[in-house]
């Protein structure tokens, strides 16, 4: 992958993802949905790049409110806790939804209002037939210089409620499940504090970060 990371593609499905909230329809229904957000929303990201120079908060609040309804942050950071999760109290809870978020912003906000231009093309959506309340959504973000990569994120929808994101997977990696193996090896580091491994997340996510660079490299 040339110029942007594994992670890096975190930020910017996960924005890119960021649409209103839908009722449940028919497949074509779900993939137009979607592909109409979406290039709406990558048309807001161009427009505000600016802002992230002249006001990264600004800028961290303004994505924050647009992922807000559709990207079910409390549900992803849950799951990186994984079987941890049952050892916090409701507030360290908050807590860690908070610095998640946060600290995706921080570690890849400068890689995305720089990055070359991109596009994303959505090729298929599909409800699962066991279980029409998840679905899934395969796209491809295209950069300026033609590369392609394919990410697809998961979703799903309380009964009658919206759809909303709870994971994302990029050529093949499945990114949720990386940001678990990250908090059990700080689990494990911290001799299992786990108040500890909420207030150091946001350098263990910026070490993810610079660890897959070098990979890279």
Known sequence: MIALTKRFFLAITLMAACVASVQAGPEDDLKQYVNENTQQLVDQ???????????PDAFYQSMDDALEGFVDFRRIAAR???????????EQRDEFVTKFKRSLFDSYAQALVSAEDFKIKVNDATINPQDDNRASVAMEVITASGNRHAVTYSMYRKEG????????IVEGVNIGLSFRDRFTQEMEANRGQVQ??????TDAVKS????????KS
């Not at 990201?45 to 006001?55: M, S």
């Not at 994984?82 to 109290?89: E, H, N, S, V």
């Not at 500890?196 to 997340?201: E, F, H, K, R, Y």
């Not at 993810?208 to 990979?215: G, H, I, P, Q, R």
Request: cysteine-free; aromatic content about 10%.
């Open 45 to 55: 990201l161009n427009n505000e790049k600016g802002l992230y120079d002249r006001d």
């Open 80 to 90: 990186v806790m994984g079987r941890y999760a049952r050892q916090t109290t409701p």
């Open 161 to 168: 409620g919206s759809w909303m994101m709870e994971n994302v």
């Open 196 to 201: 500890a491994v909420i207030d150091g997340w």
């Open 208 to 215: 993810l970060k610079l660890e897959d660079e070098a990979n």
